[in-house]
């Protein structure tokens, strides 16, 4: 499936004349993009094999349909048929069209009930971070706890610092999340104002930060990179320009972006995490 997704964007990425490194491939959309972005996390490889799924399925119900309307339009028009059947009733299609569509129902029910076991879950975390939504920029917070102790405000840059940066318009930030690779990462999202939205499309994630309420989502991944996302609640004016940008790195590299980052952002106390009540 993630084949024939890179593939799909390839021969678009040829065919529009976009250079190849122009197309990421991972963390962000791409030019004349028709898919989803490629997933780095089990939740999300697991949810866009169910949208695939689903579509399909959508897909030939609409075309079964469809030709049954063409049978009838040709079949048992007026011209076809000047005396027009008395039957009222047929017990046995009756059964079938009540029963197949609940059966299908009950099909896709059993993996999105498994689906969302696997995000509402939360597995044990190997490090907890907080992601504080404003009007209209983001605030994140490592706790003392864990190492941290620290937090800072990520601002998008403009579009002038965004080239400087080889970083793409209106996704790139000053300050990016940073977290290690194969580590269980539980995000706790909340609003200072408003209610906003911190979702990353390759992580699987979207979650609502409410003010006053604290709200949790987590995430896995080995693939080192940069993963875009943006906040996906209509929050005010400047609502689409408060994006999110996360950097995975090395376990190593991210123990000594801690240090330098204890360094930087000491001014700022950071009480330890408390989780949110099951």
Same mark, same amino acid.
């Given at each position: 499936?993630?084949?024939?997704?890179?593939?799909?964007?390839?021969?678009?990425?040829l065919?529009t004349? #976009?250079?190849?490194?122009?197309?990421?491939?991972?963390?962000?959309?791409?030019a004349w993009?028709?898919?989803?972005q490629?997933?780095? *996390?089990?939740?999300?490889?697991?949810?866009?094999?169910?949208?695939?799924?689903?579509?399909?399925?959508?897909?030939?119900?609409?075309l079964?349909?469809?030709?049954?309307?063409?049978?009838?339009i040709?079949?048992?028009?007026?011209?076809?048929?000047?005396?027009?059947?008395?039957?009222?009733?047929? *017990?046995?299609?009756?059964?079938?069209?009540?029963?197949i569509?609940?059966?299908?129902?009950?099909?896709?029910?059993?993996?999105?009930f498994?689906?969302?076991?696997?995000?509402?879950?939360?597995?044990?975390?190997?490090? *907890?971070?907080?992601?504080?939504?404003?009007q209209?920029?983001?605030?994140?917070?490592?706790?003392?706890?864990?190492?941290?102790?620290?937090?800072?405000?990520?601002?998008m840059?403009?579009?002038?610092?965004?080239?400087?940066?080889n970083?793409?318009?209106?996704?790139?930030v000053?300050?990016?999340?940073?977290?290690?690779?194969?580590?269980?990462i539980?995000?706790?999202? #909340?609003?200072?104002?408003?209610?906003?939205?911190?979702?990353?499309?390759?992580?699987?994630?979207?979650?609502?930060a409410?003010?006053?309420r /604290?709200?949790?989502?987590?995430?896995?991944?080995?693939?080192?990179?940069?993963?875009?996302?943006?906040?996906?609640?209509?929050?005010?004016?400047?609502?689409?320009?408060?994006p999110?940008?996360?950097?995975?790195?090395?376990?190593?590299?991210?123990?000594?972006? /801690?240090?330098?980052a204890?360094?930087k952002?000491?001014?700022?106390?950071?009480?330890?995490?408390?989780?949110a009540?099951?």
């Open positions: 499936m993630i084949r024939w997704r890179n593939g799909a964007a390839a021969l678009a990425a065919m004349g #976009v250079a190849g490194e122009a197309y990421a491939g991972t963390g962000q959309p791409s993009q028709m898919n989803f490629t997933p780095v *996390t089990d939740v999300a490889e697991f949810l866009y094999t169910m949208h695939d799924g689903v579509n399909i399925v959508i897909a030939l119900i609409t079964f349909v469809l030709a049954l309307l063409v049978i009838v040709f079949r048992f028009n007026e011209k076809a048929n000047p005396v027009p059947s008395k039957t009222t009733h047929h *017990t046995g299609l009756e059964i079938a069209w009540t029963l569509p609940a059966l299908i129902l009950v099909g896709i029910s059993i993996p999105s498994r689906l969302l076991k696997m995000q509402v879950e939360l597995p044990k975390a190997d490090i *907890t971070v907080k992601a504080v939504g404003h209209w920029y983001w605030s994140y917070e490592y706790p003392q706890d864990q190492g941290g102790g620290f937090g800072y405000d990520s601002y840059l403009s579009p002038e610092d965004a080239k400087k940066a970083q793409p318009n209106l996704l790139a000053d300050n990016e999340l940073v977290l290690p690779a194969g580590k269980t539980v995000v706790q999202v #909340v609003g200072q104002d408003v209610i906003h939205n911190f979702a990353v499309s390759s992580f699987g994630i979207r979650m609502d409410v003010p006053g /604290l709200n949790q989502t987590w995430f896995k991944t080995d693939v080192e990179g940069i993963y875009y996302g943006q906040c996906s609640r209509l929050c005010g004016a400047n609502h689409a320009f408060m999110i940008a996360v950097r995975i790195v090395s376990p190593e590299k991210y123990e000594a972006w /801690l240090v330098d204890k360094k952002y000491a001014a700022i106390d950071v009480k330890p995490v408390q989780v009540a099951e």
